[in-house]
């Protein structure tokens, strides 16, 4: 066993990918009520070179009301990570849980501006457990849905 000293540094956070879409503009605008609003939420990890691993939180949120839909945002939310000298049993979790969770403000602000900036209210996404998301998914690994998935 290594008597190194385990090593976990923030190297970069960044908005990776992200869209908007309001196909039903500006027609919605003149709409009473108030559209049903849908997030999912998706993570990835994988290595970047040795010692250093991209994180991604990606979410997407849709409006609709009916089946008029007043907006689709997705936005993924990256991180780069120095992971060093932690037992590879661990790897996975270290990224799924305090990865993502150091991401995810920066998705969250993300994506409140992209809505705002599309002439609609800011929609603020309700804070995550990713601990419980990450313990879920260990329950069942066959399941698709929110996860963390280790790319090489």
């Known amino acids: 066993m290594s008597d190194q000293q385990a090593v976990f540094n923030i190297e970069k956070i960044y908005?990776?990918?992200?869209?908007?879409e309001a196909p039903n503009a500006p027609h919605v605008f003149l709409e009473p009520g108030q559209p049903q609003i849908e997030v999912t939420l998706q993570t990835q990890a994988g290595p970047i070179r040795e010692s250093l691993f991209e994180v991604t939180v990606t979410a997407t949120v849709t409006?609709?009301?009916?089946?008029?839909?007043?907006?689709?945002?997705?936005?993924?939310?990256?991180?780069?990570?120095?992971?060093?000298?932690?037992?590879?049993a661990d790897l996975e979790a270290i990224l799924a849980i305090p990865c993502a969770n150091i991401i995810f403000p920066y998705l969250r602000e993300s994506v409140a501006d992209l809505i705002s900036r599309a002439g609609f209210p800011p929609i603020h996404l309700a804070p995550v457990n990713f601990d419980a998301m990450y313990a879920e998914r260990a329950k069942r690994p066959t399941e698709t849905g929110p996860r963390i998935e280790i790319t090489h």
Do not use: C, H, M
């Open 15 to 20: 908005l990776k990918d992200a869209s908007l």
């Open 63 to 88: 409006a609709k009301a009916g089946e008029r839909t007043y907006f689709l945002v997705e936005a993924a939310q990256a991180g780069i990570f120095q992971i060093r000298n932690v037992p590879s």
